[in-house]
């Protein structure tokens, strides 16, 4: 896969199903193209965000600064906003956090801000030490996979792909039992694009401890759980849905596994991400529920949408490729909080499928014990 460069003439030969930029560059005076970067970063891909269609969406920069200000203010008393006026963050983060104090909100909000202050120069010591030579083998062989058409990545030993070997590589010498999981560095690069090395560390540390327990372990159990979960909430939400899928037998762990671990970095517009990311650091957890819902909703449901998948293939393949351009990042949050299903629900069924598991090891466990006799 091509490198690309802010300025630089993109080579005609890159491809890939994420990474193609026809149509999204200017031509130079010597006939070649040139790519436009647009305002996260992006030089073309599914993340690229068109200019002309993002304004649409642009808040007016006095209701911006606004937002900037009552988030300054936050900053400057967390602990009791957290602590009494937890609602009023919450529909804060809703709404999305102002592009400028994103960076500190997601520290703050994640606790990684403390955890970094507790722990200093804990990072540099963790790069010092030699790490794991397989573990350095196979973060060095992912690192050109992770947005290669964002400027900050697209160079080949540039200095994002410098700084995300760092975090990657103290995040092995940090939890040597969970080592490295490739689903961790589009985590990392994300957090790069917005912070310090150091302080993407301790945010991806946050990441993993405290909203996604158990997801990098080896057998990956925690994300085949939250798969069963999903189900059993979307037979709620969306019961047309539900039966179609097990009538199918698509199962959730083949559509719902990089939405969850990626944290939907992978899969959808850019300015969604954001807004997710921004309400999953929030409530944790239960926002990828949420949104991971809506999108099976908003892509199965309604008008011939079920007719049209006729097979378990096709309706594979449209829960692996979600249009990019079926909604916003307004609409997704706004269907996401219109489901009618609430924290209960989600810790009901948590606990009905942890239940049925117990009960299936127990049948397994008699059945083994009665095959030895």
């Given at each position: 896969?091509a490198?690309?460069?802010?300025?630089?003439?993109?080579?005609?030969?890159s491809?890939?199903?994420?990474?193609?930029?026809?149509?999204?560059?200017k031509?130079?005076?010597?006939?070649?193209?040139?790519?436009?970067?647009?305002?996260?970063?992006?030089?073309?891909?599914?993340?690229?965000?068109?200019?002309?269609?993002?304004?649409?969406?642009?808040?007016?920069?006095?209701?911006?600064?606004?937002?900037?200000?009552k988030?300054?203010?936050?900053f400057?008393?967390w602990?009791?906003w957290m602590?009494?006026?937890?609602?009023?963050?919450?529909?804060?983060?809703?709404?999305?956090?102002?592009?400028s104090v994103?960076?500190?909100?997601?520290?703050?909000?994640?606790?990684?801000?403390?955890?970094?202050?507790?722990?200093?120069?804990?990072?540099?010591?963790?790069?010092?030490?030699?790490?794991?030579?397989?573990?350095?083998?196979?973060?060095?062989?992912?690192?050109?996979?992770?947005?290669?058409?964002?400027?900050?990545?697209?160079?080949?030993?540039?200095?994002?792909?410098?700084?995300?070997?760092?975090?990657?590589?103290?995040y092995?010498?940090?939890?040597?039992?969970?080592?490295?999981?490739?689903?961790?560095?589009?985590?990392?690069?994300?957090?790069?694009?917005?912070m310090p090395a150091e302080?993407?560390?301790?945010?991806?540390?946050?990441?993993?401890?405290k909203?996604?327990p158990?997801?990098?372990?080896p057998?990956?159990e925690?994300?085949?759980?939250?798969?069963?979960?999903?189900?059993?909430?979307?037979?709620?939400?969306s019961?047309a849905?539900?039966?179609?899928?097990?009538?199918?037998?698509?199962e959730?762990?083949?559509?719902m596994?990089e939405?969850?671990?990626?944290?939907?970095?992978?899969?959808?517009?850019?300015?969604?991400v954001?807004?997710?990311?921004?309400?999953?650091?929030?409530e944790?957890?239960?926002?990828?529920?949420?949104?991971?819902?809506?999108?099976?909703?908003?892509?199965?449901?309604?008008?011939?949408?079920?007719?049209e998948?006729?097979?378990?293939?096709e309706?594979l393949?449209?829960?692996?490729?979600?249009?990019?351009?079926?909604?916003?990042e307004?609409?997704?949050?706004?269907?996401?909080?219109?489901?009618?299903?609430?924290?209960s629900?989600?810790?009901?069924?948590?606990?009905?499928?942890?239940?049925?598991?117990r009960k299936e090891?127990e049948?397994?466990?008699r059945?083994?014990?009665?095959?030895?006799?």
């Amino acid at each position: 896969m091509a490198n690309a460069n802010p300025g630089e003439p993109m080579d005609s030969a890159s491809d890939g199903s994420d990474e193609e930029v026809s149509g999204l560059g200017k031509s130079s005076a010597n006939g070649s193209v040139v790519a436009n970067v647009d305002r996260y970063g992006f030089m073309g891909g599914k993340q690229y965000t068109n200019p002309d269609t993002e304004d649409v969406h642009r808040l007016p920069p006095e209701v911006l600064r606004k937002r900037e200000i009552k988030w300054l203010d936050m900053f400057e008393n967390w602990e009791k906003w957290m602590s009494k006026r937890f609602k009023k963050v919450k529909d804060r983060c809703r709404k999305g956090i102002p592009a400028s104090v994103r960076p500190r909100a997601w520290q703050f909000l994640c606790g990684s801000k403390f955890v970094m202050d507790h722990n200093k120069g804990r990072f540099e010591k963790y790069l010092q030490l030699p790490g794991d030579p397989k573990s350095l083998d196979e973060i060095t062989k992912d690192l050109h996979r992770q947005f290669p058409l964002h400027e900050m990545f697209s160079k080949q030993g540039g200095y994002g792909q410098e700084d995300l070997f760092l975090v990657l590589k103290a995040y092995t010498i940090y939890n040597p039992a969970e080592g490295y999981c490739q689903a961790h560095a589009p985590i990392a690069a994300v957090l790069l694009m917005h912070m310090p090395a150091e302080q993407a560390f301790w945010c991806l540390v946050a990441i993993c401890e405290k909203y996604l327990p158990g997801y990098y372990s080896p057998g990956l159990e925690a994300i085949q759980l939250d798969g069963d979960v999903l189900f059993g909430l979307l037979k709620k939400t969306s019961p047309a849905v539900y039966k179609h899928l097990k009538k199918q037998r698509v199962e959730p762990i083949m559509y719902m596994t990089e939405w969850f671990m990626c944290v939907f970095t992978r899969n959808l517009p850019w300015a969604c991400v954001l807004r997710i990311w921004d309400m999953f650091l929030c409530e944790g957890v239960k926002v990828m529920f949420r949104i991971a819902l809506v999108l099976i909703k908003m892509t199965l449901s309604g008008g011939d949408k079920l007719a049209e998948c006729t097979s378990f293939y096709e309706t594979l393949e449209k829960l692996r490729n979600i249009p990019m351009d079926a909604f916003d990042e307004e609409t997704l949050a706004r269907e996401s909080l219109k489901l009618n299903i609430n924290e209960s629900d989600m810790e009901k069924e948590h606990q009905r499928q942890i239940g049925k598991r117990r009960k299936e090891k127990e049948k397994g466990s008699r059945s083994s014990k009665k095959n030895k006799t």
